[in-house]
Nanobody
């Protein structure tokens, strides 16, 4: 069964940090760009970051630039999202997605082939 599984979410105070993981099973992530998205209650899904299959290209939404860092370890078939300086507005369900795009990242969410089930991140004092 091909699937992505996110982990690492939880409750954190404002200013704190979390590291999310996105692990693949049933397929290798080597040939996939990986994106991180989030969706807060009552809000639209927001694209946060993407890393190309080689890891040589990354991009970030303005809302997280300078605070979040995406990375990948293809040997572990896992992609990470390091989240620092978390704010109340970062509270959401976070999803990873894999897209078979050559040399970059998918331009649109519907270009991703696989999605995880999500992990909850709650920032609260």
């Amino acid at each position: 069964q091909l699937q992505l599984v996110e982990s690492g979410g939880g409750l954190v105070q404002p200013g704190g940090s979390l590291r999310l993981s996105c692990a693949a099973s049933g397929f290798t992530l080597d040939y996939y760009a990986i994106g991180w998205f989030r969706q807060a209650p009552g809000k639209e899904r927001e694209g946060l970051s993407c890393i190309s299959s080689s890891g040589g290209s990354t991009n970030y939404a303005d809302s997280v630039k300078g605070r979040f860092t995406i990375s990948r370890d293809n040997a572990k078939n896992t992609v990470y999202l390091q989240m620092n300086s978390l704010q109340l507005e970062d509270t959401a369900v976070y999803y990873c997605a894999a897209g078979a795009v050559v040399g970059g990242c998918p331009a649109y969410p519907d270009e991703y082939d696989y999605w995880g089930q999500g992990t909850q991140v709650t920032v609260s004092s």
